[in-house]
T-cell receptor, first 109, second 113 residues
Framework: RKEVEQDPGPFNVPEGATVAFNCTYS??????FFWYRQDCRKEPKLLMS???SGNEDGRFTAQLNRASQYISLLIRDSKLSDSATYLC??????????FGKGTHLIIQP | EAQVTQNPRYLITVTGKKLTVTCSQN?????MSWYRQDPGLGLRQIYY???????DKGDVPEGYKVSRKEKRNFPLILESPSPNQTSLYFC????????????FGNGTRLTVT
């Protein structure tokens, strides 16, 4: 069974801090990697795709480590509005996308 | 605006009364899928469709039906709802299964009493 594992948290982080969390995946043949953000009782929304070379979008940086089979998300200068659940998503072509259960992040003033 | 539209947003029904949740996308996506989300269990796939007239079971298909008569529409049908189907449901679509990011509808909160 293909699995995607995340620490559920919650992680309480002061505003302005840098926070990072990882996600491990079991299928070594996985080719597609994404981070989604989900606010309470709302739909998941794509935050960023994760590329082999790593990528950055403003305060957010995503990295992929194929050897150890994990992806990471780093948030710099965290804002109150960053409070959400962050879902790790891994795809293996014909196998579809597998979602982690999410990491709950709370940014505190 | 590119979007996935689900209706209704909230639905309260009684056991055994057939219901349909509609889903429509305007992005010309080949792939569509239904998920349910329950506390502690994450998103679980119910059914998916690779193209018109092609549907397949996901991880939790029991008690559900789907159809894909048109590319843009992918309704979810509960022939005889039961209380264990009380959940938050999401429809999603993408260009290709497994490699393209999914676009989600804004969800349907179903309560079966």
């Amino acid at each position: 069974r293909k699995e995607v594992e995340q620490d559920p948290g919650p992680f309480n982080v002061p505003e302005g801090a840098t926070v990072a969390f990882n996600c491990t995946y079991s299928n070594s043949a996985s080719q597609s990697f994404f981070w989604y953000r989900q606010d309470c009782r709302k739909e998941p929304k794509l935050l960023m795709s994760v590329y082999s070379s790593g990528n950055e979008d403003g305060r957010f940086t995503a990295q992929l480590n194929r050897a150890s089979q994990y992806i990471s998300l780093l948030i710099r200068d965290s804002k109150l509005s960053d409070s959400a659940t962050y879902l790790c998503v891994v795809g293996g072509g014909a196998d579809g996308l597998t979602f982690g259960k999410g990491t709950h992040l709370i940014i505190q003033p | 605006e590119a979007q996935v539209t689900q209706n209704p947003r909230y639905l309260i029904t009684v056991t055994g009364k057939k219901l349909t949740v509609t889903c429509s996308q305007n992005m010309n996506h080949e792939y569509m899928s239904w998920y349910r989300q329950d506390p502690g269990l994450g998103l679980r796939q119910i059914y998916y469709s690779m193209n018109v007239e092609v549907t397949d079971k996901g991880d939790v298909p029991e008690g559900y039906k789907v159809s894909r008569k048109e590319k843009r529409n992918f309704p979810l049908i509960l022939e005889s709802p039961s209380p264990n189907q009380t959940s938050l449901y999401f429809c999603a679509s993408s260009f290709m299964r497994g490699s393209s990011p999914l676009h989600f509808g804004n969800g349907t909160r179903l309560t079966v009493t």
